[in-house]
């Protein structure tokens, strides 16, 4: 299994970009993937994420709470404002504006804490960050998808509540609960939860890309573009609010990486759960799943080159 690991830690992002390939340009390959199974397919990421989780993960918190805050604060406030903006200026439909702002509101996703390890970043603070962005997103991200889209659409709160406790807090609180009570078994499935995750995620996208191929083709390339800026500006935005804060380079990279990494898994679910008209606003998670996890692993190379060059340069 470590073979394996290793090959998808490598590859993770050409295997993604692959997969989207074909579902988007040989839709029929990928249709038997139903949309439905979405909900069930984002879950057993999230109960992998509970396994891997253990107390101490959150003691981060209480060591650093001014930074976890700092990382907090940036996540919730950074991406909503960068894709409602976005969505305004490339003049998108409501559906494609409802996509965009779902992938902004939602919390830091579990491929930025392997992104920032790899980027040589400070793991421990991004795992926390993550885990506490993930708790916070049941209340905010419904509160802040209101904030932006109450006036254009009807936004149910109550719905978008109840789907992150149910995709998302309970699949990672009984991960975490088997994790303490049956370490001995945990500790030898966490070897094969990269490979388990990469498919559910790799079918997630196959069914939301394949699902709608002419609809994704005929936006052009104006959304592509809106999602490439907000993963880059939200990197770019998390960098900069930690050296404002004066954080040492490897928390740098860590809020990096966490504001600019989303669960767009969890954007795409809440547009089918919440938003079932609008067939379009499950596009844009599904185009930033594919996006982030490329541009993740290239900055997390080029972080990991800079670090490497200034050891030889001492």
Known sequence: MASINSFIGKFMAIIVIAVAALALFVPGSCLWIQTSWVNYLLMVVMFGMGLTMKPQDFAVVFKYPRDVLIGCLAQFLIMPLLAFGLGKIFGFSEELLVGIVLVGTCPGGTASNVMTFLAKGDTALSVGMTSVNTLLAPLLTPALTYLFLRTMVNVDVKAMFISIIQVVILPIGVGLLINHFFSRFTRKAVDFLPLVSVVAICLIIAAVVSHNSEKILSTGAALFGAVILHNLLGYAAGYLTAVV???????????????????????????????????????????????HNLSGAVLASFFRGRGEKKTRSL
């Open 245 to 291: 804060f004066k954080m040492d380079e490897p928390r740098r990279r860590a809020l990096c990486i966490e504001v600019g990494m989303q669960n767009s898994g969890l954007a795409t679910t809440l547009a089918m759960s919440a938003f079932p008209s609008l067939a379009l606003a499950a596009v844009p998670g599904a185009i930033f799943s594919v996006w």
